[in-house]
């Protein structure tokens, strides 16, 4: 089959699954503190339905997956859902997003499942902010995930850090150097308009170039990697002494949608062409449409290639129409 192409030439790719809606902690800039409403668990897509979804992506282009949440580790099993999809001919590349907390109790189920990617949030290295960020007292679990993740030798760690302006300053120079002790990428991540109050602001948002001008301030000289994927949404540094990475996902101030490679399922198997998208495929409901067949499978293909040939030419935050999502990040997968 043609690759998945959209309007403006864009080659979709990568492909990222929420396994779930639910998560262990509040981030204030992700979901409200109390009164959270979950999808109910039968409407959340099962293993097998994953697992079919991604053999019918795979016949489109599909080389990389990314599973998300939520938190993804509260998924009973998921070891046995990348069991299945690493066996997946075509699939070159398996990563996972996770906030960290139960990590140290299933990073080796994970890694022996075939898991070599992990992508940790953690916007702080002081335990009293973290509680203030994330509602929860989890720090001390987040750090020894990180820990085990690096004791059984995961070849690729990486650090998500959200960066909301008057709140995080102090953070960035400390993740750096954590990152540069231990061979971990931090990345930092412009503030984004996916919080389930409504409390975004321009003004709340620490921009790549500030943090770009403290670490070299504080740390030393950066130099922007070369030949570096142009569709990856990071802009990536290593500083000028060799030790250690930077990554900076400037959504905000330095949009990278005309190179946008990215597509999205949700956990109850809605499609989304982009994570800021107002319109949703249902892919559920083909799913559960009788037996897999070749027809029924051939229409899953038809609605994947369909929503991508939709694909508008980006989510224009900094214009005056742009229209938040009509879900926040958790229920739409990190």
Not at 96 to 109: M, R, S
Not at 136 to 143: A, G, N, P, W, Y
Not at 289 to 313: H, L, M, Y
Request: glycine share 8%; with cysteine; charged share 30%.
């Amino acid at each position: 089959m043609k690759p998945l192409i959209d309007t403006y030439g864009r080659v979709h790719d990568n492909l990222r699954i929420s396994v779930t809606d639910r998560c262990n902690i509040r981030c204030f800039y992700c979901m409200p503190e109390d009164g959270v409403k979950f999808q109910p668990r039968e409407e959340i897509l099962t293993f097998e339905e994953i697992e079919r979804f991604v053999r019918v992506a795979v016949t489109l282009g599909v080389r990389k997956l990314r599973l998300t949440g939520g938190e993804p580790l509260l998924r009973k099993g998921l070891a046995k859902l990348i069991r299945k999809l690493g066996a997946i001919e075509g699939i070159e590349d398996l990563a996972l997003t996770t906030n960290g907390v139960l990590l140290a109790d299933q990073a080796q189920e994970l890694y022996d499942a075939g898991l070599r990617r992990l992508n940790i949030h953690l916007d702080t290295l002081d335990r009293e902010r973290f509680k203030q960020i994330t509602r929860r007292d989890d720090f001390c679990k987040v750090m020894n995930g990180i820990e085990a993740a690096l004791r059984i030798g995961y070849p690729v760690i990486k650090i998500n850090a959200v960066a909301v302006k008057n709140l995080v300053e102090a953070d960035i120079v400390p993740l750096a150097r954590f990152g540069r002790e231990r061979g971990i990428e931090i990345r930092y991540i412009e503030f984004m308009p996916l919080d389930a109050q409504g409390i975004w602001d321009h003004d709340k948002v620490l921009l790549a170039d500030d943090m770009i001008a403290l670490l070299r301030r504080e740390i030393g000289p950066l130099r922007e990697i070369p030949d570096r994927d142009p569709r990856a949404p990071a802009t990536e540094y290593e500083f000028a002494d060799g030790q250690g990475r930077v990554g900076f996902i400037a959504s905000v101030s330095k949009p990278f949608c005309l190179n946008c490679n990215r597509i999205r399922l949700t956990a109850e198997g809605k499609f989304r062409y982009c994570l800021f998208a107002i319109e949703e495929t249902d892919i559920r409901g083909l799913l559960r449409n009788g037996a897999p067949s070749p027809e029924t499978d051939q229409a899953i293909a038809d609605a994947i290639r369909g929503s991508v040939k939709d694909k508008w030419i980006g989510h224009q935050i900094n214009a005056a129409k742009f229209v938040p999502p009509p879900r926040p990040m958790y229920s739409i997968g990190g």
